[in-house]
């Protein structure tokens, strides 16, 4: 990765910039807090150019790619802003908090809710993928639909995701968990799952972005994560509301027997407490 300031990088090379360059140039300078948290297909339909375009702006600049420019982003961002205000680190995480739940509130599409909910609730095979600390929220998810006696499987590896994608078909439900939505590993199995004729929904931060290209549904949280920050749980606890919302729809649409396995989930792990 290149170490030279981003700041300097982009005025180092403006001579060479191209018509379409020099779009992204004047965007980003203008634009350094936003860019952060834009996904590459985001930031090429707000700039009017090509995903392309903006690679090949990446790689002038002396970068492997978008995300690693995006980190550059952070970096030149961290050396200038400092903490405002009187308010504790405490008191910014739990506000933060809030917040990341009340944005997520505000965007959340009632009816693209309901019809996730109907989806899993009628299919038998439902996958569910998740890299990272969206692996740890999707295993999450497993966990509450156990409870209800709804049994889905979770794929957390790469490797493993891309296999079982390639044994789905028209009844299979996929739920893909990516935060960014550009998370490659994530993005190809759901490409294989997609061509074989599973059902697709995403739960992401991004409506732009290549997760969403191959998704039938796609349910958006207002988290988003700094690239210096990644895997926070600020971001994470808006993936955690929406998991919260479709389990306990379920559970509605499914109330006298989610009651009874309730029950029953309760008394056979009873024996594992004094």
Avoid: W
Avoid at 67 to 90: H, I, P, R, W
């Amino acid at each position: 990765m290149n170490t030279t300031k981003l700041s300097l990088l982009l005025e180092q090379y403006k001579i060479d910039y191209t018509k379409s360059e020099k779009k992204l140039y004047e965007y980003v300078i203008n634009n350094f807090e936003k860019v952060m948290y834009h996904s590459l297909t985001e930031l090429a339909e707000i700039c009017q150019v090509g995903e392309a375009t903006i690679l090949r702006f990446c790689r002038k600049l002396g970068y492997e790619g978008y995300q690693d420019f995006k980190l550059a982003v952070a970096q030149d961002l961290s050396t200038v802003t400092k903490n405002s205000g009187d308010e504790t680190y405490v008191e910014k995480i739990k506000n933060n908090m809030i917040e990341a739940i009340a944005d997520t509130y505000n965007i959340i599409d009632l009816n693209t809710l309901e019809d996730v909910i109907d989806k899993i609730n009628l299919s038998n095979d439902v996958v569910v993928y998740g890299i990272g600390l969206s692996g740890i929220v999707a295993l999450d998810m497993k966990s509450r639909f156990l409870r209800i006696g709804k049994n889905i499987s979770v794929v957390t590896d790469p490797h493993f995701q891309m296999m079982r994608s390639c044994s789905t078909n028209k009844d299979t439900v996929i739920i893909a968990i990516s935060l960014s939505g550009s998370t490659k590993d994530i993005v190809d199995a759901v490409k294989v799952a997609k061509n074989n004729g599973a059902f697709v929904m995403a739960i992401t931060s991004h409506i732009k972005s290549p997760l969403t290209k191959y998704s039938d549904l796609v349910l958006l949280t207002s988290g988003k994560e700094n690239p210096l920050d990644s895997g926070s749980l600020v971001a994470k606890i808006s993936q955690i509301f929406v998991i919260d919302l479709i389990c306990t729809g379920v559970t509605m649409k499914n109330y006298e027997n989610a009651k009874k396995f309730k029950a029953m989930t309760a008394e056979a792990v009873s024996n594992k407490l004094y």
